[in-house]
Structure formats: C-alpha cells, structure tokens
C-alpha cells in the first residue's frame, strides 16, 4: 500500500535531549513536509522540502533541523534548543506541480519531553 | 506573510443542521484552496479542493465550498450535518507561485450533538 509513515507513534523524551522522529512516503512524491499540530493553533509549518537535497524553512523553524538524503525520507530532528517541543507532529508529501498540490499525511508522532 | 484564517474555533449544532464554515486568506495572487478534515484518531485527508475553475467545488459526504475571490474566501458548507461529521476541519492554502508551501488555517472543531 502505498501512504507516508511516522514512527514512532508516541515518543518520551527527557528535556534537553535532541530527538529524530521519521517519515517515510512510498508515493513517489517529491515534496515532503513537517508540521506541528497545537490546540487552537492548527498546522503550522516547520520545514518543507520540494527536491532532494534541498529544503526550505517554514514559520516556525527554530529548534528544529532537517535533512533531505533520499526522496523517500524525511527526518526532523526537535533540538534542544526547542523551547516547548511538546506537541503532535505531522508528516506530509506532495507532487509540487502548481494546480496540484493536494497533500498527504501520515498517521503523526505524538512527542512528549519531560 | 500569506495566512489563512477560520474565525470559528468550534462549532456546536444539532444532527440536520446546515453548516458553514468561514476561511479567509491574505494573497493577492492565484491560489489553489483545500479543506482537509481530521476525524478522531484519523489520519488528516482531503475534502475538496479549488484549482479552477467553477467557483463552487464539491467534495465527500456531501461537502461543498464556494470561491469568492473578491472576498479571498473559501467557505465550506453541508445542508444537512450528521453525528459523523464531528471532526476538525481545516482550511488550507497554495500560492500557484510556490505550488510547494502549503498553509493551513488554525482549524474549526465541529462538534454534532445526536
């Protein structure tokens, strides 16, 4: 079946510790994206990525890193320098032609540092 | 910056009730529009979408939504709303300049009382 995994689904991490959560597409798809889902703040963009090897800030960068090795994969790395990394984190990816870009999200990763 | 607003944060009504739901954006330009919704436990995914086009847009489970562009709105509307509608849902943006970056809105809770 072809879709976009994240593992893990929950993931406890101790404050100050950096922490990679993974995203997987099989769709042949090449943009990828990395969101965060708060209450009440919706989906905010953290890093999006349109190609290999290349990827692009979103609003809310700071304290996260990224890295675009392969077309397939996705990492996002929550530094410690992440003031409130608590949060859902939402993976996506999409054919970045103009007039289609209809996204694809995976099941999230719910981070919790304590 | 472009942005994406919904006004209403959670929605309350009663099974048969017509329902619609505000999203407006700040861009000057061509955008392509998209509703996604989050059904408990659920992946996010598609509703409907606006490339091109007739103005008005229909989706799943009796969805539509309207194009005014001299509002910069895109409203989403159902007739008659049943207890499996309760869901958030999203409103979301691309600009056809960066087919890329997708926005999304901060989300509406839609909560049907049975």
């Known amino acids: 079946d072809g879709g976009i995994t994240q593992s893990p689904k929950y993931l406890f991490r101790k404050e100050g510790q950096n922490v990679t959560l993974s995203c997987e597409q099989n769709?042949?798809?090449?943009?990828m994206y990395w969101y965060r889902q708060d209450p009440g703040q919706g989906l905010r963009l953290i890093y999006y990525?349109?190609?290999?090897?290349?990827?692009q800030k979103g609003d809310i960068a700071e304290g996260y890193s990224v890295s675009r090795e392969k077309k397939e994969s996705f990492p996002l790395t929550v530094t410690s320098a992440q003031k409130n990394p608590t949060a859902f984190y939402l993976c996506?990816?999409?054919?970045?032609?103009?007039?289609?870009?209809?996204?694809?999200f995976g099941q999230g990763t719910r981070l919790t540092v304590v | 910056a472009q942005s994406v607003s919904q006004h209403n944060h959670h929605v309350i009504l009663s099974e048969a009730a017509s329902l619609e739901l505000g999203c407006n954006y700040s861009?000057?330009?061509?955008?392509?529009l998209f509703w996604y919704v989050q059904y408990p436990g659920q992946h996010l995914q598609l509703l409907l979408k606006y490339f091109s086009g007739d103005p008005l847009v229909k989706g799943i489970k009796g969805f539509e939504a309207e194009f005014i562009k001299s509002k910069f709105s895109f409203n989403l509307r159902k007739p008659s709303v049943q207890w499996s509608d309760t869901a958030e849902y999203f409103c979301a943006v691309t600009m056809y300049s960066s087919a890329s970056k997708i926005i999304f809105g901060s989300g509406t809770r839609l909560s049907i009382r049975p």
């Open positions: 769709l042949n798809h090449d943009a």
């Open positions: 996506a990816s999409s054919i970045p032609r103009a007039g289609n870009t209809e996204a694809f």
């Open positions: 990525s349109q190609i290999v090897n290349d990827f």
């Open positions: 861009y000057g330009g061509t955008v392509n």
